[in-house]
C-alpha cells in the first residue's frame, strides 16, 4: 500500500476582460491557447519563451469514449448533452468527428475556437474546454509531482496571459485558478486516478463517497457566496460543492455527481480503471493539493486491498449525502454533524480521522517501520492538519486555502466592518486566485512566507518545459521536444508520426502508463536523432 499511483490533475481556469463582462470567453481562451503556442520572439520573450511552446500536433481522440459508463453501459451519442462529447469539440451530438489530418487541423482552429489545443513538451495538454483555457497535467507517479507539474501549468497561464497583452489585436485578459464566476457559473478542476479494473465499482461508490464530502476539509478552496449564484451573504469551505447535484452519474458540467461513472481509462481497459474525480477545487497552497491526491490514493489503495470493510471507516455510509456535502461545505466552524444511515452523527473531520485511522492501520500492518517516504509525509501530514483543525481552525492557514482565504476576509471584515455581502469581499475571494504574482493574494502571501511552499521555485520553472521521468509522459514529452515536427498528433495513449519514405502515420500505442519511461526508452531516444530513425527501431524496419 501506498501513495504512488498514476494520477492526473486538470484545471479549467476562468478568464475574463476587465470592464467587459460581455466578451466571449471562449474566444478569449482560444487566443490565450493559441498566444502560448505561438513562437515567442523579442519583446514577448520572457523567462519561460522558448522553453513552454509546444508543437501544434493535433489531439488523437482515436481511442477516446467520454460516453462508456462504469456502472456497464454506453450512453447513446444521440442522447447525450453537446458538452458530454469531449471527443468531438465543436460538434452537435451524433456527429463523431472523423480524424483529420494536419492541414485540416489548421483550418478548423482557425474556424472553430475550440479547437485550440497544444500538446506541450511536459507531456500536458493545453486547450480550451467548456468556454476555459484548460491545463491537463502530464501523469504523475507520486503526490509531490503532482503539486509540481499542477504548478507548472499556473506559470504556463501566466506565461500565456503575457503573451496575449504582449500582442497588438489581442485582447488583455485576467486569469484566475478559480472554479467560480460567483454568479452562477462553476467550471472544474478535475483529479484522474488509476486504479484496478477488478475493483467492484459498488465499492468504489460505497467508500469513497462519505471520503469525498468530508475531504474538503482541507481541499475547499474557500469562496465568498452561499447557494450557486450567491445569493445568500456568508462564506463557505468549497467553490464547487454547492453545484453539485446527485450522488453517482455520468455527467460533469449538470447535474454533476459526487461520484462521476466515466469509464475511460486512457490505457489497457482490461487492466485499469481511470477515476474521474470532479467533486475537488482548484487548490494554490501546496499541502492542500499535496493531501488532496496523497490521501485519495491512499484510500484506493485500502479500497483495492479490501482492507477498508470491518476497520474504522468500513461503514460510514451517509443518509444523504449530497445535503451533506452542501452541509459540511457551509459550516466553516467545522462543528456540523452529518447524519449515517445506521443513525450516528459526526463531524466531517470526524470523517476523515476514520480513514486516516484505517490507513495508518493498514500500512503499519503492511510495512512497519519501512514505509516510503512520500506515502510518510502524507499521512504525517493528514494527521498534523487534522489535529489543527480539531483545535484551531486558524492554525492551518498556512497548509489549507480556505481557512488561509477566511482569515484574509475576516481581516478586511474587521478592519472596515463589512458584511459578507459587501462587493469588496467578492473581490478579495476573486483576487486570491489571480495567477499574476504582482495581483494574485495567494501569491503574495507565499512570497512573504505566509503559507508553507514544498517546491524549489526553479523545479516548477523546469516543470513547464521537461515531463516527469517515471510515466509514459516522457516518452511523449521528449517525443515533441525532439522531433516536434514530424509528430502528426497524440494522446494520453498514442503519439502518431508523419515521417518521410511512409506512405502512411506511423502510430505508436502507449497504452501502458508505466512504460515508455526514461528507464525505458532514455536510452533509445539518445541514439535517435530523427523521427525516422525511432519509428525504423521501434517497427524493426
Not at 474566444?27 to 511552446?53: D, E, F, H
Not at 482552429?109 to 500538446?119: G, L, S
Not at 471520503?211 to 450557486?228: D, L
Not at 517515471?470 to 514529452?477: H, P, S
Request: hydrophobic share 40%.
Amino acid at each position: 500500500m501506498t501513495v504512488r499511483r498514476v494520477t492526473g490533475i486538470e484545471t479549467e481556469y476562468g478568464i475574463s476582460v476587465p470592464g467587459d463582462p460581455g466578451a466571449n470567453p471562449m474566444l478569449l481562451s482560444a487566443q490565450v491557447v493559441n498566444a502560448y503556442a505561438a513562437p515567442a520572439t523579442g519583446s514577448m520573450r520572457s523567462s519561460l519563451a522558448g522553453a513552454g511552446g509546444g508543437s501544434r500536433a493535433r489531439w488523437d481522440y482515436e481511442d477516446e469514449a467520454p460516453l462508456r459508463d462504469a456502472r456497464g453501459f454506453e450512453l447513446d451519442r444521440a442522447r447525450a448533452h453537446p458538452s458530454q462529447l469531449t471527443d468531438a469539440p465543436g460538434r452537435a451530438a451524433g456527429t463523431r468527428r472523423a480524424a483529420p489530418n494536419a492541414s485540416d487541423v489548421v483550418s478548423a482552429e482557425t474556424e472553430d475556437p475550440t479547437m485550440a489545443n497544444v500538446i506541450l513538451t511536459n507531456g500536458a495538454r493545453f486547450y480550451v474546454d467548456h468556454a476555459h483555457p484548460e491545463y491537463s497535467s502530464p501523469e504523475v507517479l507520486t503526490p509531490r509531482d503532482a503539486v509540481l507539474w499542477d504548478r507548472a501549468g499556473e506559470l504556463i497561464l501566466l506565461e500565456a496571459l503575457r503573451r496575449v497583452a504582449a500582442t497588438p489585436g489581442l485582447t488583455p485578459v485576467t486569469i484566475y485558478k478559480n472554479n467560480t464566476d460567483g454568479k452562477g457559473a462553476s467550471y472544474g478542476t478535475h483529479e484522474n486516478y488509476l486504479m484496478n479494473r477488478s475493483t467492484a465499482f459498488g465499492d468504489v461508490v460505497r467508500h469513497l463517497t462519505p471520503f469525498f464530502v468530508s475531504r474538503q476539509v482541507f481541499t475547499g478552496a474557500g469562496r465568498v457566496g452561499i447557494g450557486q449564484d450567491s445569493a445568500v451573504p456568508g462564506f463557505q469551505i468549497s467553490q464547487r460543492a454547492d453545484f453539485f447535484e446527485v450522488e453517482v452519474g455520468l455527467e460533469t458540467t449538470m447535474k454533476r455527481p459526487i461520484i462521476n461513472t466515466r469509464d475511460e481509462p486512457h490505457a489497457t481497459a482490461e487492466k485499469y480503471r481511470r477515476l474521474h474525480v470532479i467533486v475537488g477545487d482548484a487548490t494554490m497552497c501546496e499541502v492542500a493539493t499535496l493531501l488532496k491526491v496523497g490521501t485519495t490514493s491512499l484510500v484506493l489503495s485500502m479500497l483495492e486491498a479490501g482492507a477498508l470493510a470491518g476497520g474504522p471507516a468500513g461503514d460510514l455510509l451517509l443518509a444523504e449525502p449530497v445535503r451533506a456535502l452542501h452541509e459540511v461545505s457551509h459550516d466553516p466552524g467545522l462543528t456540523h454533524l452529518v447524519r449515517l444511515r445506521d443513525g450516528r452523527r459526526m463531524t466531517a473531520v470526524q470523517l476523515q480521522r476514520a480513514y486516516l485511522e484505517a490507513a495508518q492501520a493498514f500500512v503499519a500492518d503492511r510495512y512497519g517501520d519501512d514505509v516510503d517516504a512520500d506515502t510518510a509525509e502524507v499521512l504525517l501530514r493528514w494527521e498534523q492538519v487534522l489535529a489543527k483543525l480539531e483545535t484551531d481552525v486558524f492554525s492551518a492557514a498556512r497548509e489549507v486555502d480556505w481557512v488561509a482565504k477566511l482569515r484574509l476576509l475576516e481581516g478586511y471584515r474587521s478592519r472596515d466592518g463589512l458584511d459578507w455581502d459587501h462587493a469588496r469581499l467578492a473581490a478579495v475571494d476573486l483576487q486570491w486566485s489571480d495567477v499574476r504574482p504582482e495581483k494574485g493574494l495567494y501569491l503574495k502571501l507565499a512570497e512573504r512566507g505566509q503559507v508553507e511552499r514544498l517546491l524549489d521555485p526553479e523545479a516548477v520553472r523546469r516543470a513547464v518545459s521537461h515531463p516527469p521521468t517515471d510515466t509514459r509522459a516522457y516518452f511523449r514529452g521528449e517525443c515533441l521536444a525532439r522531433y516536434g515536427p514530424r509528430v502528426a498528433a497524440a494522446s494520453w495513449d498514442s503519439v502518431i508520426f508523419d515521417v518521410a519514405g511512409r506512405g502512411a502515420l506511423q502510430r505508436v500505442p502507449t497504452l501502458e502508463p508505466l512504460r515508455g519511461t526514461r528507464e525505458h526508452v532514455g536510452a533509445l531516444l539518445d541514439r535517435c536523432e530523427t523521427a525516422e530513425e525511432l519509428v525504423a527501431a521501434l517497427t524493426g524496419s
